[in-house]
């Protein structure tokens, strides 16, 4: 039992760090595609996101996911329930919004402005929406 409360807290620390980088992110790339490419301003906003995502982003996801499988593995709860269910498909789609800011952030390295600032706005709101389906499912589990 006290194996299974230290990972949840190592869990959710995960999460909120994980969280954090896939809130700031977009936010970055909204100011970021408006900079003239080599300039300063592009260089510096290069090396925040590259950051961002090496010290921050990716460590927090790759220890949200083993402990969060490690809670599954040590069984407060069973794969067949559905609450467990609907967060996992909340994080899957949290790991592909992941897998596009990667993607964005190698394109803006090599100079890419192929987005609107509107456009990062607009996908800055989706780890929002996703993160109350994960947490109303978790606390809340309705329909369980």
């Given at each position: 039992m006290m194996l299974f409360l230290w990972v949840k807290a190592i869990h959710i620390v995960a999460v909120i760090a994980w969280m954090a980088g896939l809130f700031y992110l977009?936010?970055?790339?909204?100011?970021?595609?408006?900079?003239?490419?080599?300039?300063?301003?592009?260089?510096?906003?290069?090396?925040?996101?590259?950051?961002?995502?090496?010290?921050?982003?990716?460590?927090?996801?790759?220890?949200?996911l083993l402990a969060g499988g490690l809670l599954v593995f040590l069984g407060q709860f069973s794969v067949t329930d559905r609450w467990l269910q609907a967060k996992l498909l909340g994080v899957v789609l949290l790991v592909i919004f992941h897998g596009m800011l990667e993607r964005y952030g190698r394109l803006f390295a090599e100079g890419w402005r192929g987005r609107s600032e509107r456009y990062f706005r607009a996908i800055n709101e989706i780890p929002t929406v996703l993160l109350i389906w994960i947490v109303v499912w978790v606390v809340v589990k309705p329909f369980s």
């Open positions: 977009p936010r970055l790339f909204v100011y970021h595609v408006r900079t003239e490419v080599g300039s300063a301003t592009d260089l510096l906003f290069r090396l925040m996101e590259g950051r961002l995502i090496r010290v921050i982003m990716r460590p927090a996801f790759i220890v949200t």
